[in-house]
């Protein structure tokens, strides 16, 4: 169960850099002043890659919405797996009760602060956790 959580804060924070690390992206001083769009107003194309972010969609601040939906019309540009990570990674966000977000952003703020080449490692780790398969769960 902790390897679990660990493993979404993980993913959840590649997701927030690969979103902040996209072009394009305002400046951090500007993102409170970005409108907000209503659910209704995005391309059928970005609501359905956005998708299983529409219940959460209006909460989000506008400088959000904006990086997703930039992100969403990059979607049709990725290679299938970079579609299919993208898509998992949405999901794991939405799924993601309120405290586990901001967990998540804390963890992702962190990393940010780390060298490069403990970044590095620290993707590694996580890439080969993800990868090994689930070990048998046994009574402690």
């Not at 493993?7 to 590649?14: D, E, I, Y």
């Not at 993102?31 to 209503?38: D, E, L, M, S, V």
């Not at 992702?108 to 590095?120: N, T, Y």
């Amino acid at each position: 169960m902790a390897q679990e959580r660990l493993r979404r804060l993980l993913a959840a924070g590649l997701a927030a850099l690969a979103l902040a690390a996209h072009p394009g992206v305002a400046a951090s001083k500007e993102a409170p002043k970005t409108p907000p769009t209503p659910w209704n107003r995005l391309a059928p194309q970005d609501r359905a890659v956005l998708q299983p972010l529409q219940k959460d969609w209006d909460k989000l601040p506008g400088y959000q919405q904006q990086r997703l939906q930039s992100a969403a019309r990059q979607y049709p540009k990725m290679q299938p797996i970079q579609q299919e990570r993208f898509q998992e990674r949405i999901r794991d966000w939405a799924s993601m009760t309120p405290a586990q977000r901001k967990a998540a952003r804390e963890s992702f703020q962190g990393m940010k602060k780390l060298p490069p080449s403990k970044q590095h490692e620290l993707r590694e780790r996580w890439l080969e956790r993800r990868a090994a398969p689930e070990a048998p769960k046994t009574p402690q």
